[in-house]
């Protein structure tokens, strides 16, 4: 969770300098090189045909739908407020996990959800427009659809690891992700600026391999051990990290009603916490 909120001051500082687009590209191709080196294990797994609509489906909600609304919103908004609308993930995830996976859920479950919309929207309408957020509410908006992408992205890695190990899950979101944003960029007909700094350069990089392969790759590998809606409660932590480290090293500014608002937000989450829920196994 440090590593992805770590990322959000890391493409907020990179998509300064580059096209949101190339930095996506670049990320997924750097991460796509970091798993050459187990292609040939790779090749010795047992693929069934039932797995490639749900791989290719898992590939398209996250990284190719979820970059592409993030990228958008952090065009928008800042990193402090997209961090925060990530509290809904956990919520929407309760919610998909007991439909699609047979998780329980709760009235109090029910009632947090709602109760953090409303702190999301607030947040949202609270925010005032500066050079870090020229639109939060649209912005705010689009984050929330990547929530809701990234949503169906855990319900499908939760399935595919029954039968798929986490770093071939992590392996195929990568080079899946490299070929659509390539696809993106070389139609967008986007082109590297002619002058881009060592931090922005150290910025990608650092989004391709510690977050598209290390984030990635250790919460595939949590969502395979434990309930979806457990592991989803710990992107909880994202704005702690997001917001601290936006403040520290962006310059961010959050005001007494958004801090209102997050909290509210954090108050809905905690509702939806069910105390006693045993790991899947156990």
């Given at each position: ?24 590209c670049a990320?997924m ?7 050459l080196p ?13 797995h ?8 398209i909600?996250?990284p ?7 990228a958008?919103?952090?065009?928008l ?10 509290t ?12 699609f ?8 479950v029910?009632?947090?959800l ?11 309408l ?9 639109n939060?509410v ?5 984050e ?19 039968d ?29 600026p002619?002058?881009?700094s ?6 990608v ?6 977050v598209?392969?290390?984030?990635y ?10 309930p ?9 932590l994202?704005p ?5 480290l936006?403040?520290?090293?962006l ?32």
């Amino acid at each position: 969770m440090f590593l992805w909120g770590s990322s959000f001051v890391a493409m907020k500082y990179a998509i300064g300098r580059i096209d949101p687009m190339l930095v996506v590209c670049a990320r997924m191709i750097i991460a796509s090189l970091c798993f050459l080196p187990f292609v040939r294990s790779f090749s010795r797994l047992h693929l069934g045909r039932k797995h490639l609509l749900p791989l290719l489906a898992m590939g398209i909600c996250e990284p190719c739908l979820y970059f592409l609304f993030e990228a958008a919103a952090l065009n928008l908004t800042s990193a402090s407020q997209a961090s925060m609308i990530t509290t809904m993930l956990p919520l929407l995830v309760a919610v998909a996990a007991a439909l699609f996976l047979g998780e329980s859920i709760t009235r109090r479950v029910v009632a947090g959800l709602v109760l953090a919309a409303v702190g999301a929207v607030w947040l949202s309408l609270a925010a005032s427009v500066s050079e870090h957020a020229p639109n939060p509410v649209l912005g705010n908006f689009l984050e929330f659809l990547a929530m809701v992408t990234a949503t169906g992205y855990i319900i499908l890695v939760k399935k595919l690891s029954a039968d798929l190990p986490s770093l071939f899950l992590t392996a195929v979101q990568s080079f899946i992700g490299a070929v659509f944003f390539l696809f993106i960029v070389v139609i967008m007909d986007i082109h590297m600026p002619e002058a881009v700094s060592v931090s922005a350069l150290l910025s990608v990089l650092y989004l391709g391999t510690f977050v598209s392969v290390g984030a990635y790759g250790l919460y595939n590998f949590g969502v395979s051990r434990v309930p979806a809606n457990q592991a989803a409660a710990f992107i909880n932590l994202i704005p702690l990290w997001a917001i601290i480290l936006g403040v520290v090293l962006l310059g961010e500014r959050f005001t007494l009603w958004q801090f209102i608002a997050g909290l509210l937000i954090f108050v809905g989450v905690m509702m939806t916490q069910q105390h006693g829920t045993r790991p899947e196994g156990d």
